[in-house]
């Protein structure tokens, strides 16, 4: 089951993993007990001067207490992954441990009401408030050993689940579409669908995280799911099987005119595979200007927005630039194996325009590619280090700052569009489906028409451009 505000229902995070085709970075190992235990599965792929540890504090805390993530949306940063580094010389924090061991001791001896003691509660808030001064929220964060194995299905691009795109509409969860051949799709869910209730559970109230903890399982179960349908008295009640499903990341259709809305949800593995059917697919079909939406798209893997960037630009093109703790920096570059086009292009941005979609939206934007249209982005700055600690719990570590071409560090203030355009409180974004018919909502998504009128020459009042012209007249 999917979120179509660039997550997938059943995959409850959207994450993003820092990497470059071809290229491996170094590995490390804890000195301190626990030891970091490197993950031989996690591939690290942006080479990357030596790392410091976790610290000599979250090694303690692991090992004295034994062992959610929180982000914007379902959390959105740009990560790379790989294993733990060597603790660093000891400081004064070092004698943090000893503390929150002697509070550890006390509360389990001396509380008065023992009940309520949650070993596992206790920890993760430790952990998350040993974190939270680091004021790199939504992005360094810790996963314990169940959210560590979402995390990396959702990288993989593949996910179990029953395969319907969904969003929020008025505190509603509504189907846009079933995905083609899934468990939905077979037992006849409609989009506009709204759903009402899991295996017996209403989702009135609940968030979409807390319904795809509802609708995920393991392959091969069943989940029941009650619908209500528009003009339907009675509800719909669908038994579904949950089975082996691959992430749909990038949904196009033709708009009138000849413009091809294409847009990208997250950017996991196989997502430039998919833009690049997506455009050869439109180009046949008459496509003559392309509208790029990452509206709500929360980022994801940096190789997959290198590829997706190179789409649009010439090789060797810088598309981003990070930054390491000693200072140097590295230049990150589009790649000559992706088929390029040449289509005129307007990107959509909105404060959901996160991540991984930030590297490519400014790189369009300031190579002169595409001039974005929406409101400023949400401001993300730092790469993800994923280190694999003992119990199979993994910690998300801001281990970079990452910059536009140009140099400019975009965290906490976003990206501006050229063009300002504001969605009119009640209006939906426009969300295509590939090979379903354009829906009314295409008419009424203000963003979307001021785009479209900046491809055909009457672009909205509010630019930041003052020259352009038609995009698509030459």
Known sequence: MDRVSSQHIDPADREAESAQADQRGATHSGTAVPPLIPDPSIETELPRSQRGSLGVLLLAIVALLGVFTTGFGTGIVVERMGAGAAAPPPTETAQAPRVIDEVWKLVHEHFVEPGKIDDQAMTTAAINGMLEPLGDDGHTRYLPPEQVVEHDQNLSGSYVGVGIQIEMRDDRIVVVAPLNESPAAAAGIRPGDVLVSVDGQSVAGLSLDEV??????????????????????????????????????????????????????????????????????????????????????????????????????????????????????????????????????????????????????????????????????????????????????????????????????????????????????????YTPVTGMPVNEDVAQDAQLSAALGVLRGTPPPSGARTSGGCLMCS
């Open 212 to 429: 795809v903890r509802l609708v995920r399982g393991e392959e091969g179960t069943t989940v029941e799911l009650v619908f209500e349908r528009p003009g339907q008295a009675e509800p719909v009640t669908a038994r579904l099987r949950r089975t082996q499903l691959e992430l749909k990341a990038v949904d196009w259709a033709l708009l009138p005119g000849g413009v091809v809305d294409i847009r990208i949800s997250e950017f996991i593995r196989g997502t430039s595979d998919q833009l690049t059917a997506a455009i050869e697919e439109a180009e046949r079909a008459g496509a003559t200007g392309i509208v790029l939406d990452l509206r709500n798209n929360p980022g994801g893997l940096v190789d997959e927005a290198i590829r997706v960037a190179s789409a649009f630009l010439p090789p060797e093109t810088t598309v981003f630039k990070s930054r390491v703790r000693d200072g140097s920096e590295t230049a990150h570059l589009t790649v000559a194996t992706v088929r390029r086009t040449d289509l005129p292009l307007v990107v959509l941005v909105n404060e959901g325009t996160a991540s991984a979609a930030e590297i490519v939206s400014g790189a369009l934007q300031e190579h002169q590619r595409a001039p974005l249209v929406g409101v400023p982005t949400f401001g993300t700055g730092t790469v993800l280090s994923q280190y694999t600690l003992s119990d199979g719990s993994a910690l998300l570590l801001g281990t970079e700052l990452w910059m536009t071409p140009d140099g400019d560090l975009i965290r906490d203030s976003g990206i501006s569009p050229d063009y300002r355009v504001e969605q009119p409180e009640g209006v939906w974004n």
